[in-house]
């Protein structure tokens, strides 16, 4: 069996949550590869609100088996003092590798230290995801597998501490005790001991066995350490490539890849943006859309579809489809744009270049429509969403095979 795969082709917040959570009520495994308790989504259900940033969106269905994988750093406070206490029910249905990395409260120090002395901020959600993946690939990290001896740990971690003086000193950081470390690292082993497992060799039989597998991408591609807009972007690889890395399977073990894309475009945090909008309609968006971040509660910059750089996400996550989300937060504009194409150095280009700062964007605009809200079918459609729809399919040169029409679950059109 392979694995069906979920990724962001925008800078996130492209609404997955709605995606993943609707997929996972029919899968067996979920697995999230990359990225940090950064990302965010708030799911509903019955009435019930639950945040879920580390945990897979499998949590929610009683049947699920989730994974965190060896790609996503793991802060054990966020998990277990916010997250988990919100589930009772986790035990055999969870399990973190013993290969992903720590995030300890010492990195987020040091991000919002460092953000705060930036010229240009790259605007971190300050949760101490780029120290954490740093510290992974300087080879000073600390795994998860390493709370099987948690004294020689807080050894390990306080010679770190004396290593590093100088920045905690000129960043004025404090840095706890090793008996202070070790107390905290006893309670995250207490608490997270029957979770810790290796998850790559689970997921393997999991496949084997032919269960259906779901991975849940964080965060966008152009927030891709390699492929976003760096260096304001994320730490992680955030692409499909990433769920290889991240988790232990080969490209070959991966299916179905369906992108998730907004109608229209957010950013958070800073860097370029293309096809935002300064004006009213971004406003409109911004309101209508409800664009402000789950995990900092940040307005979120809003813009028109920029179908250069979709196109572009599109090919590099492999993508077989894409899942268009807030179709209706675009009702009753007048007209709709889309950018569909840069002019970069004098020149019209239609391909993503090194620098997305530089570009202005060239539009197309579209008749509106008066409201796609609560459309359950595609035959329903106005024909000017109809025709939106179909600019979209054609510039990103992807299928378009589901449409969100509303955060109700139900309001979802499957395209055929
Ligand atoms: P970091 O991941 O906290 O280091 O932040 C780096 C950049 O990624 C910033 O622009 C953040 O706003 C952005 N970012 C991180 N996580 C998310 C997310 O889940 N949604 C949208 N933007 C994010």
Known sequence: MKA?????????????GKIVDHLAQNADVVCRFAGGHNAGHTIVVDGTKYALHLLPSGVLNPEAINIIGNGVVVSPENLIDKEMKQFDYLEDRLFLSDKAHLLLPYHSLIDQAKEKLRKR????????????????????????GELHHADKLAEKIANYFELNRVLFSALE???PTKDEL????????EKLKPYIADTTQMIWKHLDDGKRVLLEGAQGTMLDIDHGTYPFVTSSNTVSAGACTGLGLNPKDIGKVTGIAKAYCTRVGNGPFPSEDFGEDGEKMAQIGQEFGTTTGRKRRCGWFDAVALKHASRLNGCDEIALMKLDVLDG????????????????IDYVPYDLEDVKPIYKSFKGWDIVEGVREYDKLPDEAKAYVKALEELTMTKIGIISTSPDRKDTIIIK
Do not use: M, S
């Open 121 to 144: 901020a790259i605007g971190t959600t300050g949760k101490g995801i780029g120290p954490a993946y740093a510290d992974k690939i300087l080879r000073v990290g600390h795994r998860v």
């Open 182 to 189: 070790l107390k905290d690292l006893n309670r995250y082993y």
């Open 173 to 175: 950081i404090g840095t």
């Open 4 to 16: 069906d795969l979920i990724v962001g082709l925008q800078w996130g917040d492209e609404g997955k």
């Open 333 to 348: 504009f007048k007209e709709v744009k889309v950018c569909v194409a840069y002019e970069f150095e004098g020149q019209e």
